[in-house]
């Protein structure tokens, strides 16, 4: 019992915990009576559950569990946090409850699943319940169809999401266990209850018994629409008002309801969308065309099983199309083409809308091929083309209709009229406009007379159709001149019609119109349009409940685009519907005068023609008053108007008479019914008065009456015939002002505008000026109505008058068309006239674009003009562009079929050539406004790929590219643009630049649309991922956008759709709503009252204009593809979604859209590092193939699975090629953000790419090609280089490329080679692309030799591998090859060499056969006609390699400097490229070669610029003159012109001059330094210099490795001119070195490289050779010492310590580097106590640490030398000291610490240090600072001496080993060696002694060291010590009589001028060596000084002369001497004969 009492203590949350089942079950007891007491949802206490309820549902202990479950059913339906256990408690269930044998328990199980459904959380039920039939034990499966089952039956079929349900449904039918068989055919019953015929398809397939047995029960369910039993918590609000409504028995809610609830499932959805491009028979397209039919017929029947499938997945059907086009409209076979139809129908079917883009081409074909007399043929037809209908609308289609309605064959015509009136009645009154209905009813008029009966009885039918659809207000204006019998018939026919969306068209019962067919998606029936439901009903009745009505969803036709539905039915219908009798017949005058006589009175009727002209005056007035009594229905107005034109009629002479009459004939036309025919009594009467002075206005208002009643086009017409058919002008004048007017007053509604355009083209040309100037008034007044558009007609007329014309328009620009006061009936009674009115203008202008005449150019577009625009070639491309341009502009406006134009064009959008690309979207603007509105039909084919265009990373092409688009919006408006998916597709891809434009075009028209399709949903969740996009501009924009989307969707729906967000993304994207809705603008408003129109219908729809007010109708119309939580669960809250996290298996694209949304390359630690040892070890195949074999993919396959999402992976290794191309676009969306990951995955991605390399479909190359150059741009970009493995197995697959037939593949592998060389270096791309040169494509070959060339030319001949002679003879056999463009390809490449390198080519290329040798030479002997050419044609071809390399550049001298290394390479690369592209520049001699280059003229013309070339002393005896180091003096010169404007244009001149500074040219570089030099020398011009310090000292470090590697290697180049390079660049070093402010810029990286090459050049042992060599080495002892003085002391300190641990690494390094590096760093040490405060010790301690990491203790034993380990000790040791304990605080920037022994080392350091302070004295401090450490073991410094001796007794470094000696007993005076001579010979001793005295001599009395001992002593400055070997020849003299002090004093002098510094030379002590402490100086001889001072003096004096020269430049002698080195030389030679003839 003890246990008992112990956890009966416990909390209840504890118990429930419990191991003891009491304790639990005690536990799960009080919970349940706790979660019964809490009232508030929201109480703290249920989170105390949170994480228990799961084990309440699984406990082990089955008595126990029950309990549990109890209770967690009450928590789930009480706790408001309860939705976060969604998943984990439901999964428990299934697997752990449905399992158990209590039936309790399942149920239990069962109302915790739907009590999860009932608190919002179905999708996530639905999901675990879905993964429970994947188990094993039937028992569960049961149990989740059970669940399933029930929570469709209670809940409905818009919460259970039926399609993921079904598409398991046929697997659970062939189940072996009878229990889930049976459960699955309850479910099939459930699902039929809700969907019913929906679900045959899907099931069609299963056990045909099991189908029957379904069949059976699927009839017996009752036929209502099922309703949902129980509802979501969100719901149960509505739910009890529709119970109270129902209560109130009124039903029509439900009605709205259920009519809502069934259409929301559609078979087609169910199905899965199958795939058959890629199963198209391989020969297809050949078979096709076969002669054979029976070949023709079998490539059909391979196409109908395809189509068969119900659901096809949208692709590329064009080409599939175009073959089955052609196969109906051409083959001769009838049964080929009734095949050919039924393909057409499948494919209709099966991709229904998605169709809708090639039914245009189609339609026109079928059609015509109606004259097939065959019923089969007919028949297959029919379907095809009603099939074809239903992908595309009316509207799109008219065009092709209407053109074959003029065929001369009947049965054509009857097929025709059959197809309107089957077309007809899937259309509603809205989708059915007027517009649309007028020419389809005037064309039908036509064939109600036709001759052939079968016509007439078609068109019959199709009149009755549109009648019944739109009412017979709609369509009677268009049948006033039917007869009678006729109309009756059409009547008659209208009656039979069965509409597809509803019996009545006017009052439609809304039930019927809410369900469009199954076989129709929403975009045609859906909401059926109730906009003008509301306008046609006759009775004011359905307008009260046009809020109901509208729950359909959105109208999908409902846009101000179509207002031909509205606007003009109020002028016109009405007519037609009120003056039945306006066709009036003629009467006879005597029929006229009884009627006459039967209103006015008799006298008035005698007295007509009386010939006094006051009875006539009498006559008129009573007349008029008969007139004015008169009723409407009795006025005869015929007989009247008859009476009044009696004799004299309009004749009348008497003006007051006259008036009188025409004031009657306006009173007659507003009082009675006026009709044409009296109309054209009066007219003629009327014009001929118009001009008149005194009757002209009465005439006017007389006019404008019958206007009114007869309607203003037709009277507009009559007028202006009459008037033009007379010839007095002032008529013709007047006429034309009363139009204009007219015009005003009644709109421009159905005005026929190319009447008039003759009429006033007539007018234009009359004599008249008062004539002229009324037609270009009536033209402005034109304009306000017509646009822009109207000019383009008199664009031929004289350019004066077009001036006016051009005048008239300026004025009307801006002005808007006044609203009609007239036209509008006053007798028309219901309200809605008004409102339809306010369109008018609209309409107006939509009826103008109509009556526009068109030419037809699809003649014109001929297969010729189309395969010109798709060339290969740009210029030709270009030419078939212009041609069309000038087709267009020559019709002005055409018709809209254009042939295969559309696709032509669409191709050229994405061409390579952006100017091609922009002339494309001009011609697509032209054709805009060419075309008009009927442009619409091209909208998804040629406007969304312009919307692609706005992604282009071209500012102008962006431009154009949005004018364009401006252009076709404002012909089309928007609706096309929104319908459908191809907006939103645009909008997710992840382009900013697309992105910013298309957001920002959207923000700018969607506030100006009343109403937009549902599909702008679809943009919403990309919309949202814009507002976090990484580009700042493209978050703007989205931001701009927001509220506008809000504007058309709502807060409620925008806000709903954040759903499928990432929490913390929600949050922010709502806050951004919320601010949005506060900005939200105001829809444009409806004009005049709004219960006429569509959008207004009801208040609630003030922000909802395109959703539904009523929720529920929201999943029947949205597309599917919408996400359906948005429809189930409008309160889900945030958090309660975030837990569920993102899945939503519910709906399988959904699902996709979800996985797709993570990173597609999963970055795996080491994962490419290990892939590459395993590919070393030969665990996994090597990747070399001929053909990739299975193995070789599915090895690749393997290795991607770890680190390659999974749906990506699926595409990658699709077997269908579009696959592969969507694999490649989302790789490219994902290029930037994931760079880590592209990295990480590269080899793999390179191995994957290497395969579709085999492929052979063009389109997924290209695409692999375009991404491979982004690739390498962005590794280029990240400085990563390619590993060996990842280069060996792509670079051979990439140059297999080369050789493509196809020039556009060619020239991207070859820009993608370019672009390699930036990642991996070009001497080893070099035997890659060598090895292509073998391959048996000879394109291939050409290709590869030319590259090489261009490698050989950008990087110089080392890139030549192995050698360059072997390289050089492979390439040579070529000049032998059998293909002209190889043969081409390898001479260029070796003239290409003979440039860089000269005639030594000859001797590298081998022996030659005397052809070839022939053909080599002429071709070297043709290039030097025109050297530049080469380097200029290559900038050109290479323009991508050199920019990419200097915007690299630029970025790499900002960016840190860890990596220099790879920099380096790239701006190697980069200077040697700029050099090559100023070829331009006049110093640009390196384009010349050397041989042709020495022409003296031109030397002394070269621009002015002063060379900078030392004298070439030739004779011996100079030698000790020449001092390089000294160059750098003249300061004084003339600054070189390209400083002239320094302060205009530094920086690029600057950058200009660097880059020549790394010059393969020797003279340019000298030229380069020389102008430097002169901006360092002048201390107010070297501040330009900052800012360019690093890109200096890189381009020199470049030079300096250039020499080491090309030029000392090359034979033919003179040593003296390097050794003057050498010269320059150490003078200029040493200037900059020493501007301290400018030598602290250089980072570390670059310090690195520059040491690297200094110390590289000191241990040239080449340099020694020379005899200048001494004197460059010294120079450059002096520089290192400047450098590590002068630099940022954290830079080079970091760099030195970097720089060492490199060259212990690097194999290759000599011992002698590292020692070097070690002397700078001690050299460094003994500055530390001077530099220790400027110095970043946190940064210095880092680079520390990673040495002793990548060096441990061990490791760094095992070292030859010690001195390693010494110098880091050393330099700890200082640090220590000099910091003491605080050194400790410094370890902030080292991550990880315990790495290395850094730490460890410090803290024993300074322990060790405080033990000795007492011990120590001050000095002894100091000198340890100075010196290796003291406390050095013994045996240390023994091994150290042993080394020493080894090396002395060794032949080869016996000078070295002395050397190191005499350093070692300089260092450590009181060091013994005695031990080591001891055991030696006598003769060994002594030598020792002897080498040591003398190496002690030269040190101290001589001053010249050998050069193996490492850094020389650093000497005077300015004075070098002549090297000892030339002392012989000037040894004898005494300096004495020459009396130096002379020069002395001059010196100073000149050093003055130069602003130098004149301390005194001697007192400054030479520091002997870096590595000893200062000593006292060694005094040098007299003569040594001597000979330095002459040095000094000889550059002084040539500054001197410089100067003076520059000082009298007009002198010629003078500019001479400045310009021709020559003369320099010879001059200095003979002043220093001077000098040594003095000293004799």
Known sequence: MGDDSEWMKLPVDQKCEHKLWKARLSGYEEALKIFQKIKDEKS??????????????????????????????????????????????????????????????????????????????????????????????????????????????????????????IKVLPKLFESREKAVRDEAKLIAVEIYRWIRDALRPPLQNINSVQLKELEEEWVKLPTGAPKPTRFLRSQQELEAKLEQQQAAGGDAEGGGDDGDEVPQIDAYELLEAVEILSKLPKDFYDKIEAKKWQERKEALEAVEVLVKNPKLEAGDYADLVKALKKVVGKDTNVMLVALAAKCLTGLAVGLRKKFGQYAGHVVPTILEKFKEKKPQVVQALQEAIDAIFLTTTLQNISEDVLAVMDNKNPTIKQQTSLFI???????????????????????????????????????????????KVVGEKAVNPFLNDVDKLKLDKIKECSEKVELIHGKKAGLAAEKKDLKPGPGRTAASGAAGDKDTKDISAPKPGPLKKAPATKAGGPPKKGKPAA????????????????????????????????????????????????????????????????????DRTEMPCQALVRMLAKKPGWKETNFQVMQMKLHIVALIAQKGNFSKTSAQIVLDGLVDKIGDVKCGNNAKEAMTAIAEACMLPWTAEQVMSMAFSQKNPKNQSETLNWLSNAIKEFGFSGLNVKAFISNVKTALAATNPAVRTSAITLLGVMYLYVGPSLRMFFEDEKPALLSQIDAEFE?????????????????????????????????????????????????????????????????????????????????????????????????????????????????????????????????????????????????????????????????????????GEDLSEELKKENPFLRQELLGWLAEKLPTLRSTPTDLILCVPHLYSCLEDRNGDVRKKAQDALPFFMMHLGYEKMAKATGKLKPTSKDQVLAMLEKAKANMPAKPAATAKATSKPMGGSAPAKFQPASAPVEDSLSGTVEPKQDPKKAKAPGVSSKAKSAQGKKAPSKTSLKEDEDKSGPIFIVVPNGKEQRMKDEKGLKVLKWNFTTPRDEYIEQLKAQMSSCVAKWLQDEMFHSDFQHHNKALAVMVDHLESEKEGVIGCLDLILKWLTLRFFDTNTSVLMKALEYLKLLFTLLSEEEYHLTENEASSFIPYLILKVGEPKDVIRKDVRAILN????????????????????????????ECLEELGCLVESYGMNVCQPTPGKALKEIAIHIGDRDNAVRNAALNTIVTVYNVHGDQVFKLIGTLSEKDMSMLEERIKRSAKRPSAAPIKQVEEKPQRAQNISSNANMLRKGPAEDMSSKLKIMYRTYRIQARSMSGHPEAAQMVRREFQ????????????????????????????????????????????????????????????????????????????????????????????SGHIDQFLIATFMQLRLIYNTHMADEKLEKDEIIKLYSCIIGNMISLFQIESLAREASTGVLKDLMHGLITLMLDSRIEDLEEGQQVIRSVNLLVVKVLEKSDQT?????????????????????????????????????????????????????????????????????????????????????????????????????????????????????????????????????????IDEKSSKAKVNDFLAEIFKKIG???????????????????????????????????????????????????????????????????????????????????????????????????????????????????????????????????????????????????????????????????????????????????????????????
């Not at 109600?448 to 019959?460: G, L, T």
């Not at 005058?589 to 009727?605: G, N, Q, R, Y």
């Not at 672009?1315 to 050409?1342: D, H, W």
């Not at 100067?2003 to 320099?2024: C, E, I, K, M, R």
């Open 421 to 467: 009136a089957r077309s007809f009645r899937h259309c509603t009154a809205s989708t059915l406009p007027k517009s649309l209905l007028k020419p389809f009813c005037a064309a039908l008029l036509k064939h109600i007379n036709d001759s052939a009966p079968e016509v007439r009885d078609a068109a019959f039918e199709a009149l009755g159709t549109a009648l």
């Open 563 to 630: 207002p031909g539905g509205t606007g003009s039915i109020g002028t016109k219908n009405k007519k037609g519907v009120e003056t039945k009798e306006i066709v009036e017949p003629e009467l006879s005058i005597e029929v006229c005068e009884e009627k006459a006589s039967a209103v006015l009175p008799a006298t008035c009727i005698q007295l007509l023609d009386s010939s006094n002209w006051k009875e006539r005056l009498a006559c008129m007035e009573e007349f008029q008053k008969a007139v004015e009594l008169m």
């Open 44 to 165: 703290p206490e249920w989170s105390k559950y949170l994480g228990l309820i799961k084990k309440f549902v699984t406990d082990s202990n089955a008595v126990v569990q029950l309990k549990g479950l109890e209770a967690a059913l009450v928590y789930v339906e009480n706790a408001h946090v309860a939705g976060k256990t969604t998943g984990e408690v439901v999964s428990g269930v299934v697997s752990k409850v449905f399992n158990q044998p209590k039936a309790k328990a399942k149920e239990l199980g069962i109302e915790i699943c739907l009590m999860y459904i009932e608190i919002e959380k179905g999708e996530a039920v639905q999901e675990e319940l879905l993964k429970g039939l994947d188990n094993k034990n039937p028992k569960i499966i049961v149990a989740c169809i059970e669940t399933l089952r029930k929570a469709l039956s209670e809940f409905g079929s818009k919460i259970v999401l039926l399609k993921p349900i």
């Open 811 to 979: 004025k009307m620009q801006g002005q808007s068309p006044p609203a009609p006061t007239r036209g509008i009936s006053k007798h028309s009674t219901s309200g809605t006239d008004e409102g339809e009115d306010g369109d008018e203008p609209d309409d107006a202008g939509n009826d103008v674009v109509d009556l526009l005449p068109r030419t037809e150019i699809s003649d014109k577009i001929t297969s010729e003009l189309v395969s010109k625009i798709g060339d290969k070639n740009w210029k030709i491309r270009k030419e078939g562009l212009d041609e069309v341009a000038a087709i267009i502009n020559e019709a002005k406006f055409i018709q809209p079929n254009i042939g295969e134009l559309p696709a032509a064009l669409k191709g050229r959008l994405n061409d390579s050539n952006k100017i091609l690309v922009q002339q494309t979207l001009n011609i697509l603007q032209q054709l805009a406004v060419a075309m008009g509105p009927n442009i619409k039909q091209h909208v998804k084919n040629l406007g969304i790929p312009i919307i692609t265009v706005l992604g282009d990373s071209k500012n102008n092409v962006r431009a154009a590219a949005l004018a364009t688009v401006n252009a076709w919006a404002e012909q089309t408006g928007m609706k096309e643009w929104l319908e």
């Open 1494 to 1585: 020495l022409d003296l003229d031109e030397i002394e013309n070269d621009n002015g610029t002063v060379r900078c070339e030392m004298p070439e002393l030739v004779q011996h005896k100079l030698d000790d003159i020449f001092e390089p180091v000294l160059i750098p003096e003249p300061k004084i010169r003339a600054v070189s012109p390209h400083f002239d404007d320094m302060h205009s244009n530094t920086a690029s001149t600057i950058n200009f001059i660097i880059s020549q500074v790394a010059s393969g040219d020797i003279n340019t570089s000298i030229q380069a330094l020389t102008q430097i030099d002169e901006v360092l020398r002048q201390e107010d011009k070297a501040e330009a210099m």
């Open 1850 to 2040: 060794s032949k080869e470094n016996t000078k070295e080993g002395l050397a190191e000696l005499y350093e070692y007993k300089k260092k450590y005076s009181d060091a013994d060696i005695e031990p080591f001579l001891k055991n030696s010979s006598q003769f060994f001793q002594s030598y020792v002694e002897r080498g040591l005295r003398v190496i002690e001599m030269e040190r101290e009395g001589k001053g010249r060291i050998p050069t193996s001992a490492g850094i020389s002593p650093q000497m005077e400055v300015t004075c070098m010590p002549a090297p000892a070997s030339t002392m012989s020849s000037i040894g004898n003299t005494n300096g004495e009589e020459v009396g130096p002090s002379v020069y002395l004093e001059r010196l100073k002098i000149l050093r003055q001028r130069c602003g130098l510094d004149n301390t005194k030379q001697d007192d400054r002590p030479p520091l002997t060596s870096l590595l000893s402490k200062p000593a006292v100086p060694a005094v040098a001889s007299s003569t040594d000084m001597l000979h330095s001072k002459l040095s000094q003096l000889r550059e002084s004096r040539e500054q001197h002369q410089h100067a003076d020269l520059d000082s009298s430049q007009p002198h010629p002698s003078g500019a001479a001497t400045a310009s021709s080195s020559t003369a320099n030389i010879d001059d200095l030679k003979k002043r220093l004969e001077r000098i040594k003839s003095s000293r004799k």
């Open 1315 to 1342: 672009r390699m060389c930036l990642v991996y270096p070009a001497s080893k791309m070099f035997p890659f692309i060598m090895e292509g040169t073998k391959s048996k494509n000879s394109k291939q070959r050409a």
């Open 1691 to 1827: 830079n080079i300190l970091s760099a030195l310590l970097v720089l060492l641990q490199d060259s212990l690494l690097a194999t290759a390094s000599s011992p002698k580097f590292s020692e070097l590096v070690m002397k700078c760093l001690w050299r460094m040490v003994r500055l530390l106590p001077d530099t220790i405060n400027s110095i970043n010790l946190d940064r210095i301690l880092l680079d520390i640490h990673i040495f002793m990491k990548v060096f441990p203790k061990e490791k760094l034993k095992q070292c030859k030398s010690e001195f390693p380990v010494r110098t880091l000790k050393t330099l700890l040791h200082t640090l220590c000291k000099l910091k003491g304990p605080k050194i400790l605080d410094h370890l902030t920037m080292i991550d990880n610490k315990n790495e290395s022994e850094l730490e460890a080392h410090l803290c024993r350091m300074m322990k060790h240090s405080m033990d000795q302070t007492g011990s120590k004295s001050e000095k002894e401090t100091e000198k340890g600072a100075s010196r």
